[in-house]
C-alpha cells in the first residue's frame, strides 16, 4: 500500500539473515491486570480510599493497571481513532515529508534507523505530538480539535491520578499540576502494519516510558505485554478501558516503590492494530529528586534525562534509562 512505510524493504536483509534460532516470541500467558473503577472516587469516603488504595498498590505491585468509568466521553475515543486511520492513510511520502496537518514532519517516525539487528527493530509508525493547543484555537469539528479534545480529557484524568499517587508518596497534591502542562506531554499515536515474522519482529521492542506516567487506549487486536518478574504476560484488551503505567520519572520520584515495567508489541501477521499514548511529562528544566531517602537514582533534570536517552540510542542503539541515574556507590 502506498500508504505503508517501507518496512519490509528497507530491513530486508536483517529479515534475510535470521535464522529460526532467534525467535523471540514463545506463547505467553494472558495476565489479570489490576482493573480499577474509578467511578469510586466520587463516592463516599471509604470507597474513595479503597480506589485510591487500589491505585497505589497496583502502581507498586505491577506498575500498570487498567482504569473503568475514567470520564474520558466514549464518542471521544470513536471520533480520535478516525483521525488517526486518516492520519496513518496519507502516502508514505506526505507522511514523512509533510507530517500530518501542521504538526512538523519530525513528528512522523517508523522502524528503527539505528538498527542494526532485528532485536533492535520495531515493525511499527507513529506520530509523535505536543499536545499543546496552538493558536488560533481549532475550530470545532476539525480533526486538530478532535485530537486537542481527546488529549484534555486523557490529560484530566492524568492529573487526577497524579494527585492521588503525590498524596500517597507525602508530595504536594498539586505536584503534577505546578511541573507539567498541556505544553510539556506528548500523544503518541501508533500503528502495526501487518508484518511477515511476527515470531522474529517485535511491533515496539521493549521499553519503559520517559514519562511522569503513561495512558493508553488500545483497539481490541491485542499484543501488549509487560513484564511481571521474569515472565513476559499479555495485557487482554477490555473495551473502553485504558491502560495506566508508570514511567521513569515516577519511578525516581517515588525511590522504586512505584515501578516503570518493561513493556513491549507483538507484531500480527494479518492486521494491523492502532494504539495510543499520553505521556505525563514536566518541562525540561524540571529536577526530578526521590522523596525517600537514601534516594537510588541521583537528581537530574528532565531534559537532561532525554538527552541521555537520545545519546544512549544513537550511540547503543537502545535506550538505557534510569540505570544511568545510579547514585554512585560510596567508597568507604
Ligand atoms: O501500543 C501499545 O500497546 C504500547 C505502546 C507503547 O508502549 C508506547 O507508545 O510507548
Ligand atoms: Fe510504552
Known sequence: MDFDPPLASTYRSLLEGMDSSEDHVAEVEECELPLIDLARLSGGAAARERCMR??????????????????????????????????????????????????????????????????????????????????????????????????????????????????????????????????????????????????????????????????????????????????????????????VNIGDLLEALSNVEFRSVEHRVMANREVERFSMAFFLCPSHDTVIESVRKPSVYRPFSFGEFQHQVQDDVRTEGYKVGLSRFLVAPRCT
Open 54 to 243: 487500589e491505585i497505589a498498590v497496583a502502581s507498586s505491585e505491577w506498575g500498570f493497571f487498567q482504569v473503568v468509568n475514567h470520564g474520558v466521553p466514549a464518542e471521544r475515543f470513536d471520533r480520535i481513532r478516525s483521525v488517526q486511520l486518516e492520519a496513518f492513510r496519507q502516502p508514505f511520502e506526505s507522511k514523512v515529508n509533510e507530517g500530518f496537518l501542521d504538526y512538523s514532519s519530525e513528528s512522523y517516525r517508523w522502524g528503527n534507523p539505528s538498527a542494526t539487528s532485528l532485536q533492535q527493530l520495531s515493525w511499527s509508525e507513529a506520530y509523535h505530538i505536543s499536545t499543546i493547543p496552538s493558536p488560533p484555537p481549532a475550530s470545532p469539528g476539525t480533526l486538530r480539535c478532535t485530537i486537542e479534545e481527546y488529549a484534555s480529557s486523557v490529560s484530566e484524568l492524568a492529573q487526577k491520578l497524579g494527585e492521588i499517587l503525590a498524596e500517597h508518596l507525602g508530595c504536594r497534591r498539586s505536584y503534577f499540576e505546578e511541573v507539567c502542562s498541556s505544553s510539556t506531554s506528548y500523544l503518541r499515536l501508533n500503528r502495526y502494519p501487518p508484518c511477515p515474522a511476527p515470531s522474529r519482529v517485535l511491533g515496539m521492542i521493549a521499553h519503559t516510558d520517559s514519562a511522569f506516567l503513561t495512558i493508553l487506549h488500545q483497539d481490541k487486536v491485542g499484543g501488549l505485554q509487560l513484564r511481571k518478574g521474569e515472565r513476559w504476560v499479555a495485557v487482554k484488551p477490555i473495551p473502553h478501558s485504558l491502560v
